[in-house]
């Protein structure tokens, strides 16, 4: 696309009034309060940083975009930096403490009482009390520091290599200048994801090819954008652990593996070129790839090659879980919720109790889920639903 052809930083900088990546272009069509992006004014930004979640009445109607389970208790997130601690499976929410009011974005658990969540203006929050409590641990500005040095590095070791061709160098001093232009603009990069491959191995996922890793529990945090190839600097939206892999989908049909939990990654063949916000794993190398305009796909091959999954809407799809009995439930825009029974080849549209769009869903019993979105929380019961057989 157009756009694409453009710097990463530069275009961030450039996007920036309409606060635009891929979850913010999909969240600000729910609600126009979430232009809180990519290159924030510095006195929002400081308010925002330094200002506590405020703690309202009934917060499980707030706009929440991401939620995980851990046996009974379940975390939820979204705007003003309001996180929801329930701890009967969805049935009643609480706020736990953090110190930021920004739009939060991503969640993962990293061992049994130690979670993360990210957000806009490059945030990112610990909690070591399964989600009481919330620290601050990183935010924007240190990021793009970290960028700008990344590409220090990597332009110097460039530049002593002789054999180093010649367009390549071109090519990453031109990335290293955007990221130096980034700290001198205070760009302020919005993260949309995290996961933890185990307690000390995780993953910052954001806008414009953004990735830091860390390997010591989150003490520090290492940009390793160059890894992925992604010269493009897609949007990566969602990382998912597997048994035998690991998996980045984004922008422009971006879809990546690695193989060896992290040391190398390969670029997978794509379905389509359209944005893909998740991964959903089913069973052995068997995974879904969802995103716009109802775009499913799913590789039983762990991602050498992929079949489009027949769906009865064409709407964008943000979230994906499947039960113990196998089956399969999407959600997405306009209050879509899919269900597959196990053993059934189709997709069978079941209403939400309120029909506005959803952004994530967690299973949480044999039959029921929980879904967030635009209208906070809801809890449904999946009905198991005959298909028919397919012509």
Known sequence: MFLSLLPPFRLSLQKAASGRSDLSVL???????????????????????????????????SLLVDLIGSDERLLAIGERGRVLI????????????????????????????????????????RSEDRGENWTKVLEGRKIVELVA?????????????????????????????????????????TLLNVAF???????????????????????????????????????????????????????????????????????????????????????????????????AFE???????????????KRTLTGMAQLENGTQILVGSFGALLVKTAGSEQFIPQPLPLPAPSMAVLPVTEDQVVVVGLAGVQRVVIKPVAAKAAK
């Open 86 to 125: 329930s701890d009967d499976l969805g049935l009643s929410w609480r706020q736990g403490a953090v110190p930021v009011s920004v739009m939060l974005t991503g969640i993962a658990q990293a061992d049994e009482s130690s979670f993360w969540v990210v957000g806009h203006d490059g945030i990112v929050i």
């Open 299 to 313: 590789s039983r091959d762990g991602g050498d090659s992929w079949q489009p999954l027949p769906l009865p809407i």
């Open 27 to 61: 969240i600000s069509t729910l609600v126009t309060v979430l232009l809180l992006s990519v290159g924030s004014a510095q006195a929002g930004f400081d308010d925002r940083m330094m200002r506590p979640a405020e703690v309202i009445a009934n917060p499980e109607r």
């Open 149 to 189: 040095e990344y590409y220090r590095a990597l332009v110097a070791e460039a530049e002593a290599d002789p054999d180093y061709p010649e367009f390549e160098l071109e090519e990453l001093m031109f990335r290293a200048e955007e990221a130096e232009l980034a700290v001198e603009d205070q760009a302020l990069p």
């Open 197 to 295: 491959v185990d307690a000390r191995h995780g993953y910052l996922l954001g806008a414009y090819g953004l990735l830091l890793e860390t390997r010591d529990g989150g003490e520090s945090w290492t940009p390793i954008n160059e890894a992925l190839g992604n010269i493009d600097g897609f949007h990566l939206n969602a990382l998912t652990v597997t048994d035998s892999a690991l998996y980045i989908a984004g922008e422009a049909g971006s879809l990546f593996r690695s193989l060896d939990r992290g040391q190398s990654w390969e670029a997978l063949p794509s379905p389509y070129d359209g944005s893909f916000f998740g991964l959903q794993p089913l069973n052995q190398d068997s995974l879904v790839a969802y995103g716009l305009r109802g775009n």
